[in-house]
């Protein structure tokens, strides 16, 4: 997601786009430029949207800048883990299930996740 200041014609809120993109099981990646950078308002909801999704927020001064950020997220993108496991019986509701990794290696590493899931049938 690319922008460069304050959304005027969106029809979907950012909790909106952060459920679509959970459903969807798909990391959103946000990019500010410009007037963006002036607004801690929407800085902030890129950082949420990128969070609760699985994936980064960044900011670029320079348009030049756009060619770093992604090659950074194409190396995020391919050098990432899959982490499988069986979860409890799904319930009817299909209801957000909140996830959390921890390691037990005592080893100070850096984890970003997905959130959670919706259970399925």
């Known amino acids: 997601m690319f922008t460069d200041g304050a959304d005027n014609v969106s029809t979907l809120t950012p909790d909106a786009v952060i459920r679509r993109a959970k459903t969807a099981n798909v990391a959103v990646y946000t990019v500010a430029h410009g007037d963006a950078l002036a607004n801690p308002e929407l800085m902030a909801q890129l950082e949420s949207?990128?969070?609760?999704t699985g994936g980064?927020?960044?900011?670029?001064?320079?348009?030049?800048?756009?060619g770093a950020v992604f090659d950074h997220i194409t190396k995020d993108l391919l050098h990432g883990y899959l982490l499988a496991f069986q979860p409890a019986a799904a319930d009817e509701n299909h209801e957000w299930r909140s996830l959390q990794i921890v390691l037990r290696d005592g080893v100070p590493r850096k984890v970003?996740?997905?959130e959670g899931y919706f259970s399925i049938e």
């Open 49 to 52: 949207v990128a969070k609760a």
């Open 56 to 66: 980064l927020s960044f900011a670029i001064n320079d348009p030049t800048g756009i």
């Open 112 to 114: 970003r996740a997905r």
